[in-house]
């Protein structure tokens, strides 16, 4: 049996964690090579001496140069800030790129990693809502594969499994609706950052945490999913589960419906990423069908969650739109976390930063890079 090389990029977040566990049940297929952080080191060494990786990057200047002065046993190759992290991206040696980063950030590493030919599974939706069409062109180019692990897309991805794409009447992506699914709207003003970080299924970071509560999350990945599984945008539903339990399902035209379900657990959909086409054994918790007492479903609500309204509509207009929406939601979280701006100024600046950026039908690289300095300099400017 071939061992498979990965790298994991931001091993010490939520994903990046969790992949190293399911790696833990896959040891004797799967090879950590590389490993990348922003400034946890102190998790980061901990990771270091469990896989022996060749290869770490460290995105922060500051971390990077403390962790060389606590490593020193260790022969490792080290990469540093952003250049650094493109460039352990771009490693010909991998067989797999698990990109766990968070935002905007995540984006251009996919997109290396793609432009060489290595296969991504790709936990960064922000990825493709911000640049689909140059990493599809690159797909084309190189044969390199994306492998969804969002627990949506993964839901996705198994239920068409076998099946015949012109046989699907329609994606439905589940989602839990939040912390305020049930939130006296004239109250939204006064949420708190403890309270917007408080997810009711799901242990996520902060950035993530605050887009479930938005439902910008689930805006994204309905981008994300018309990239993925290349079928019209009218296509794709949004239903509310708050109970997490079907992860999200597939209706085909005879009006049979394909559902994916268990427990919230992101191990399941890493793990099936990493051993694609099967299903491999794991001692994850099972789900327990006698202790489920209902399975709830409603139609979102667009007042309550207007920024599935925004990832529509930039959805229809394509070209710069969501890669607007994307950059202007990943500032406007910063500020709300920072208690700069209250939570339900995200949707606002959200809608003004997409309707007033140039424009763009078909942004390169270096357009999406100019428009993150415009949108940056705007989302500060309220």
């Given at each position: 049996?071939?061992?498979?090389?990965?790298?994991?990029?931001?091993?010490?977040?939520?994903?990046?964690?969790?992949?190293?566990?399911?790696?833990?049940?896959?040891?004797?297929?799967?090879?950590?090579?590389?490993?990348?952080?922003?400034?946890?080191?102190?998790?980061?060494?901990?990771q270091?001496k469990?896989?022996?990786?060749?290869?770490?990057?460290?995105?922060?200047e500051?971390?990077?140069?403390?962790?060389?002065?606590?490593?020193?046993?260790?022969?490792?190759?080290?990469?540093?800030?952003?250049?650094?992290?493109?460039?352990?991206?771009?490693?010909?040696?991998?067989?797999?790129?698990?990109?766990?980063?968070?935002?905007?950030?995540?984006?251009?590493p996919?997109?290396?990693?793609i432009?060489?030919?290595?296969?991504?599974?790709?936990?960064n939706?922000?990825?493709?809502?911000?640049?689909?069409?140059?990493?599809?062109?690159?797909?084309?180019?190189?044969?390199?594969?994306?492998?969804?692990?969002?627990?949506?897309?993964?839901?996705?991805?198994?239920?068409?499994?076998?099946?015949v794409?012109?046989?699907?009447?329609?994606?439905?992506?589940?989602?839990?609706g939040?912390?305020?699914?049930?939130?006296?709207?004239?109250?939204?003003?006064?949420?708190?950052v403890?309270?917007?970080?408080?997810?009711?299924?799901?242990?996520?970071?902060?950035?993530?945490?605050?887009?479930?509560?938005?439902?910008?999350?689930?805006?994204?990945?309905?981008?994300?999913?018309?990239?993925l599984?290349?079928?019209?945008a009218?296509?794709?539903?949004?239903?509310?589960?708050?109970?997490?339990?079907?992860?999200?399902?597939?209706?085909?035209?005879?009006?049979?419906i394909?559902?994916?379900?268990?427990?919230?657990?992101?191990?399941?959909?890493?793990?099936?990423?990493?051993?694609?086409?099967?299903?491999?054994?794991?001692?994850?918790?099972?789900?327990?069908?006698?202790?489920?007492?209902?399975?709830?479903?409603?139609d979102?609500?667009?007042?309550?969650?207007?920024?599935?309204?925004?990832?529509k509509?930039?959805?229809?207009?394509?070209?710069?739109?969501?890669?607007?929406?994307?950059?202007?939601?990943?500032?406007?979280?910063?500020?709300?976390?920072?208690?700069?701006?209250?939570?339900?100024?995200?949707?606002?600046?959200?809608?003004?930063?997409?309707?007033?950026?140039?424009?763009?039908?078909?942004?390169?690289?270096?357009?999406i890079?100019?428009?993150?300095?415009?949108?940056?300099?705007?989302?500060?400017?309220?």
């Open positions: 049996m071939k061992i498979r090389k990965v790298t994991i990029l931001g091993s010490t977040g939520s994903i990046g964690i969790n992949a190293l566990r399911v790696i833990e049940n896959l040891k004797e297929e799967i090879r950590v090579i590389g490993l990348s952080c922003n400034k946890n080191i102190d998790l980061l060494i901990n270091i469990t896989f022996n990786p060749l290869y770490v990057s460290i995105a922060d500051e971390a990077y140069h403390t962790f060389k002065n606590k490593i020193t046993n260790h022969d490792i190759e080290l990469f540093k800030g952003r250049n650094g992290l493109l460039e352990i991206s771009s490693i010909s040696d991998n067989d797999l790129i698990i990109n766990g980063l968070v935002g905007s950030s995540g984006m251009e996919t997109l290396c990693a432009k060489k030919g290595i296969n991504v599974a790709l936990a939706k922000e990825s493709l809502v911000m640049a689909g069409s140059l990493i599809e062109e690159a797909m084309n180019k190189s044969g390199a594969k994306i492998f969804p692990v969002d627990s949506e897309h993964s839901a996705i991805w198994q239920c068409l499994s076998g099946e794409l012109s046989d699907v009447k329609r994606l439905i992506l589940t989602g839990s939040g912390p305020f699914r049930t939130r006296a709207l004239d109250t939204f003003a006064n949420i708190s403890s309270e917007a970080l408080a997810h009711p299924n799901w242990e996520m970071g902060r950035k993530i945490s605050i887009d479930s509560a938005t439902m910008m999350n689930k805006g994204f990945e309905l981008i994300e999913a018309f990239w599984f290349k079928l019209d009218k296509k794709i539903d949004i239903i509310i589960h708050p109970q997490s339990i079907i992860h999200s399902m597939v209706e085909f035209i005879d009006s049979s394909k559902a994916q379900i268990g427990v919230p657990d992101m191990k399941v959909p890493i793990q099936y990423a990493l051993t694609y086409p099967r299903h491999v054994w794991a001692p994850w918790e099972s789900l327990n069908f006698s202790k489920i007492n209902k399975l709830t479903f409603e979102p609500d667009y007042n309550r969650f207007p920024c599935l309204l925004l990832a509509k930039s959805l229809k207009r394509l070209g710069s739109s969501p890669t607007a929406l994307n950059l202007s939601n990943d500032y406007a979280v910063e500020r709300f976390l920072k208690g700069e701006i209250p939570f339900h100024k995200i949707h606002k600046i959200n809608k003004e930063s997409m309707d007033r950026h140039n424009w763009l039908k078909e942004p390169k690289l270096n357009d890079k100019e428009l993150d300095i415009w949108i940056k300099n705007y989302v500060y400017s309220f």
